[in-house]
């Protein structure tokens, strides 16, 4: 089993799409807009700026930057209480804590929302380190890799001692940037058409719970 396991958190550990959509649906009511496309998954994936623009119709900077305001505002202090964990992910990650292992986030989410999530969840006690893409209070990290990169640093993590799961090719891209061995879940956010390129999938959480316990 890896001494360390870092997790991606949105369609890895979490089913966030709920809370978003609601997040979307606050932002237009605080501004009297009108969805201008139906609110569904569709909209979960671009950069919230664009994914507002696509939703209202506004093609005013600062007129969407008000709109997003909103989004974060209801987003940070009631909607994250939408997210969904998994079914099994939470058995799971108790086992892996409970078999020794030193468990982190590293996750493109905002550090607010997740530091929250993982609290309201009951989760806090099993992560050692949760990093998120702007929890550095001087700079946000310019990519993925470069967050995970510096968590290994600051949390003394062996590469050799280490994997990184995620659901999107994005996150088997960020941990080869970083010598990490990946492991791919099946059930998240991604494209799976093709697994040929992905030698480690877990098709459920009780699977990812063998492989990780097992390898």
Not at 46 to 64: F, Q, V, Y
Not at 107 to 130: H, M, Q
Not at 138 to 167: N, Q, T, W
């Amino acid at each position: 089993m890896p001494q360390h396991i870092l997790f991606d958190l949105d369609g890895t550990l979490i089913d966030s799409s709920r809370s978003i959509l609601a997040g979307f649906e606050a932002a237009l009511a605080a501004h009297g807009a009108t969805a201008r496309v139906p609110v569904d998954s569709r909209l979960i994936g671009p950069p919230l700026p664009e994914a507002l623009r696509i939703l209202s119709g506004e093609t005013d900077p600062a007129r969407l930057a008000l709109i997003a305001r909103s989004f974060t505002d209801y987003y940070d202090t009631e909607g994250y209480k939408a997210s969904d964990a998994y079914a099994g992910v939470s058995e799971m990650l108790a086992a892996l804590h409970e078999a020794g292992a030193v468990l982190h986030i590293a996750t493109n989410k905002r550090y607010r929302p997740t530091e929250r999530i993982v609290k309201w969840l009951g989760w806090d006690r099993w992560f050692a380190e949760v990093y998120a893409i702007d929890k550095l209070p001087e700079a946000r990290f310019a990519s993925k890799a470069a967050m995970i990169e510096h968590l290994m640093a600051a949390a003394r993590v062996p590469r050799e001692a280490a994997v990184y799961v995620g659901d999107r090719d994005e996150d088997r891209v960020a941990a080869t940037a970083n010598a990490l061995p990946f492991v791919l879940v099946a059930w998240g956010y991604g494209d799976y058409a093709d697994l040929s390129g992905y030698p480690r999938v877990a098709a459920t959480p009780q699977a990812l719970q063998a492989l990780l316990i097992g390898g």
